[in-house]
């Protein structure tokens, strides 16, 4: 059974970083493209970012300039870097498969105050 696992959120101030770690268990994360999410209060999910398994990238315009998503393929993990935050970023942030997506997992809250 695939599992995904996030961790490195918290809170921060206004223009901090953050670095977010997805780990996939129980599959191999080759040939996918992954994707990282975010659900604020009282919104629905949406699509932040993407990277496919050559590397290609795509991202939400409101992010654009300011995240990063990148990949290790043998650490099984995806990663997303999170630079000059806003409260607007403010959210619990999910990663998965855009397509047939696993069993979502418990996501990792970031908080940045203004």
């Known amino acids: 059974q695939v599992q995904v696992v996030e961790s490195g959120g918290g809170l921060v101030q206004f223009g901090e970083s953050l670095t977010l770690s997805c780990a996939v268990s129980?599959?191999?994360?080759?040939?996918?493209?992954m994707a990282w999410y975010r659900q604020a209060p009282g919104k629905q999910r949406e699509l932040v970012a993407e990277?496919?398994?050559?590397?290609?990238?795509n991202y939400a315009v409101s992010v654009k300039g300011r995240f990063t998503i990148f990949r290790d393929g043998a650490k099984q993990t995806v990663y997303l870097q999170l630079k000059s935050l806003k409260p607007e970023d403010t959210a619990v942030y999910y990663c998965n498969r855009p397509l047939f997506a696993w069993t979502w997992g418990p996501g990792t809250r970031v908080t940045v105050s203004s």
């Open positions: 129980g599959t191999s994360l080759s040939g996918y493209t």
């Open positions: 990277i496919s398994s050559g590397g290609n990238t």
